[in-house]
């Protein structure tokens, strides 16, 4: 599909432009997603509007600047609803141009992971989540943000954002996304020099060499089974987990027993706050937001948006 380009259908009455520009509900699917069979989850979809008897104006932008420009769009022109379709990447982008507005955000989860929506409890199983779409109910939930760029699950500078960019490399020769993905960390592990930062954090500072720091939109799961999960989004709180620099088979040796969760991670240092700001050595760094990887300027500076986002979940029994 060509930059840019997008669909449009409309399912129930058929919508003219104008009324399409103002719909109380838009559902934007992500034209770029491919795993798992995108055209087969886009008619899944289609389907299951069609048997919720929903009228929806279904688009599928080009890319995720076109994605967020009709999310923004759409919440300027109080829509009621923004139906997202896609991975963690088409939701944070929806999310970002939905934090802050009465327009709420329900989560189509397409992707390979679906991080949010699994913290959320939200279906993964598309007609159900379109199901929640309708009849769910709205939670706020935090965001959080660096240097303005907001975020709904963690950011990231350091081993990960280099393992992206190889991996990205590495797709664009030709390799498939998961085989690229082990060859880039093959790649980038052994080369681990780690990298100067100060993080501040409050009244707390740490000052030195890390490999990793991982910032998360609220804390984040350490042990067995639950590692990698949340289990709140609106406390309203930051935490980071920083790796100190301990020497390249160290931080081998950690990703391995993260990789199979044979044991609690091991060293890092963890912390929590509203606000982090973090300065380095560097006229630039490549920073992971939500899996994308973007250059920015630093100090880094990290802050959590309290409720920021209203999302629709599944309702809570009474």
Not at 56 to 79: K, W
Request: charged share 20%; aromatic share 6%.
């Amino acid at each position: 599909m060509a930059d840019g380009l997008r669909y449009v259908w409309s399912y129930g009455p058929m919508l003219n432009e104008a009324a399409a520009a103002t719909a109380d509900i838009l559902c934007l699917i992500n034209g770029a997603a491919h795993s798992g069979g995108a055209d087969s989850k886009r008619q899944l979809v289609a389907d299951a509007l069609v048997a919720a008897g929903a009228t929806v104006q279904v688009e599928q932008p080009g890319n995720c600047d076109e994605l967020v420009r009709r999310a923004r769009e759409a919440a300027q022109n109080r829509a009621k609803l923004v139906i997202a379709g896609g991975g963690d990447g088409t939701i944070s982008a929806a999310a970002n141009a939905l934090a802050g507005t009465d327009t709420a955000l329900a989560v189509l989860p397409l992707g390979t992971l679906n991080h949010f929506a699994k913290d959320l409890g939200i279906p993964l199983e598309i007609e159900k989540a379109v199901v929640n779409a309708f009849e769910g109910e709205i939670r706020t939930v935090d965001v959080a943000e660096v240097n303005g760029r907001i975020f709904i699950n963690n950011s990231s500078i350091g081993l990960y954002p280099r393992m992206v960019r190889k991996r990205e490399a590495l797709q664009r020769s030709g390799w498939s996304k998961w085989l690229a993905l082990a060859r880039a960390a093959v790649a980038v592990f052994p080369a681990a020099r780690g990298f100067w930062i100060r993080l501040n954090a409050g009244s707390r500072t740490l000052a030195g060499k890390t490999d990793f720091l991982f910032v998360g939109n609220n804390p984040y799961e350490l042990t067995i089974p639950q590692v990698g999960a949340r289990t709140v989004l609106d406390s309203g709180t930051l935490w980071a987990w920083q790796l100190p620099h301990t020497g390249r088979f160290a931080v081998m040796l950690l990703a391995l027993r993260a990789l199979f969760r044979l044991e609690k991670p091991k060293a890092p240092i963890v912390l929590t706050g509203r606000e982090f700001r973090v300065e380095m050595r560097k006229a630039t760094v490549d920073v992971a937001v939500d899996g994308e990887v973007v250059s920015m300027t630093p100090p880094l500076q990290y802050r959590s948006r309290p409720r920021a986002l209203r999302v629709m979940v599944p309702k809570t029994a009474s």
